[in-house]
């Protein structure tokens, strides 16, 4: 699997749209982006994922770049419940999920 | 409708001894996978079961051993364990292998 990159914290208000990149410069050509959340001590949870068009959920949205090297993931409208660790995956489909140190998301009121 | 449940939730060992970790998967759910997770990292993939075959299998010792039953639930057995065994280990079901897994609570594992 690819490897990603996030940055390891970032803080977002609450009500504002919460913005989340990550890196995956050596994605290759069918590897989807995966995007789980894991709020403290529970399990991760589904969030959303793509192959190259942006998609769009009740959670979320995710923006691929054309070239398919990076992505952002948006929370359009952060709330407290949102404070969790962000983790980008990159996959093909049947392969293990590989997680790595994610981004610890503060939503601040 | 149920998610993935995980039992037990909690559970205490001493160096040594052994554990059977399970897991049910969602209804309809074919293929299920274990992760360990210590404290500070991400999840670390353990295995992955379909249709009762094992799929993939990460870098764990042998001591580490699992199964799928007919329900497509599962089983996570352990060996032998070791202080540094003691981690959130996780459960997570998809339809096939190749589609979004959904996780459980996990069952959070001491050894003393």
């Known amino acids: 699997d690819a490897k990603t990159t996030q940055p390891p914290s970032m803080d977002c208000a609450e009500g504002r749209a919460a913005n989340l990149p990550c890196n995956h410069s050596t994605i290759s050509g069918n590897e989807y982006v995966y995007w789980y959340r894991q709020i403290h001590s529970q399990g991760p949870q589904y969030i959303i994922h793509?192959?190259?068009n942006n998609e769009t959920n009740e959670m979320a949205s995710l923006i691929i770049t054309e070239d398919r090297k990076s992505s952002t993931l948006i929370l359009p409208h952060a709330t407290l419940r949102d404070t969790a660790v962000y983790y980008c995956?990159?996959?093909?489909?049947?392969?293990?999920?590989?997680f790595g140190t994610g981004t610890k998301l503060q939503v601040i009121p | 409708d149920a998610g993935v449940t995980q039992s037990p939730t909690h559970l205490i060992k001493t160096r040594g001894q052994h554990v059977t970790l399970r897991c049910s998967p969602i209804s309809g759910h074919k293929s299920v996978s274990w992760y360990q997770q210590v404290l500070g990292q991400g999840p670390q993939f353990i295995f992955q079961?379909?249709?009762?075959?094992?799929?993939g299998r990460g870098n764990f010792p042998d001591r580490f051993s699992a199964r799928q039953f007919p329900n497509y639930s599962s089983e996570l057995n352990v060996n032998a364990l070791l202080l540094g065994d003691s981690a959130l280990y996780l459960c997570a079901s998809s339809f096939i292998p190749d589609r979004e897994q959904f996780f459980g609570p996990g069952t959070r594992l001491t050894v003393l």
């Open positions: 793509g192959l190259k």
């Open positions: 079961y379909y249709e009762k075959e094992e799929r």
């Open positions: 995956i990159v996959r093909v489909g049947g392969q293990k999920v590989t």
